[in-house]
């Protein structure tokens, strides 16, 4: 009976809504994570008969036809791509992306990364870094003796000394975009990668071609909404045991049916 693989194949869709969700719930102080949502499509049908063929009985058309689904599969697991809110910190190396865009860090491999993640720290040698210690493209690097920090929306970083009052500029913070953002990679970390579906980076000023602005002393909190995901856990669950009782029902049926004598 082609239900049992059917509903198998409803219990494993609604297993990855849940793990979907249940990684979202487990990233809800994640900082400026989105929430993924999974996505799902009907797998090809079994064609009994045909829509438009010539019904052989009186030659009239099947306007219909028998087709007889065969389950669901995984389309995709999406990431949705909101702003969350932006939380203040005070920190100097503290900066959120009021907007579009993304910050570019190097990984020892020499590959570029980006993130949202404005929870910048100073290694020992000055350089501007992530909390995993990747550096920030391009390359800032602090004095030993400069005070305080101060970041402008544009990016542009400034320290201040003890003997002087106005900032000296230590470079620019720049941002990245792309044309389908859905399409990065994330590889952990708060950290994505660019891959043929997102398209190059394209690189610019903060505040320029569509690009937000840097607001430093902030971090963008997570976007997950958590009433919203345990009402959808509760759907998955009901959708689950819906699966589970037609695989009791066919079991039944298939019981039922080695009791004829």
């Known amino acids: 009976m082609r239900a049992l693989k059917i509903a198998a194949t409803g219990m494993s869709a609604q297993q990855l809504r849940v793990e979907t969700i249940s990684n ?6 994640t900082t400026a994570y989105n929430a993924r ?39 995709a697991v999406s990431i949705h791509l909101e ?4 939380t203040q910190t005070n920190n100097d190396l503290d900066v959120a992306i009021d907007g579009n865009g993304f910050l570019e860090v190097t990984l020892p491999s020499g590959q570029s990364a980006y993130t949202r993640d404005g ?10 870094v992530t909390s995993d210690g990747f550096s920030v493209s391009p390359e800032i690097t602090i004095p030993d003796d400069a005070l305080s920090i101060s970041i402008n929306p544009e990016g542009e970083v400034f320290a201040y000394f003890d003997e002087t009052t106005e900032g000296q500029l230590l470079g ?23 891959t043929e579906a997102s398209g190059g980076a394209n690189v610019s000023t903060a505040g320029e071609d569509g690009l937000g602005t840097l607001r430093q002393g902030y971090l963008e909190a997570s976007s997950v909404d958590a009433v919203r995901e345990v009402t959808e856990l509760i759907a998955a669950q009901r959708g689950y045991e819906m699966n589970a009782k037609v695989i009791s029902a066919v079991d039944q049926m298939m019981g039922a049916t080695t009791q004829v004598r």
Do not use: C, W
């Open 24 to 29: 979202n719930l487990s990233n809800m102080n």
């Open 37 to 75: 949502r999974a996505e799902f499509a009907d797998l090809h049908y079994q064609q009994v008969s045909r829509a438009g063929t010539v019904n052989a009985s009186d030659g009239t058309v099947l306007p219909t036809g028998v087709q007889v689904g065969l389950g669901v599969r995984p389309a």
């Open 83 to 86: 702003q969350g809110a932006l």
């Open 119 to 128: 929870a910048l720290k100073r290694d020992a040698e000055g350089l501007i």
């Open 172 to 194: 620019q913070l720049s941002l990245a975009n792309f044309t389908n953002p859905k399409g990065l990679e994330a590889i952990g970390g708060n950290l994505f990668v660019e």
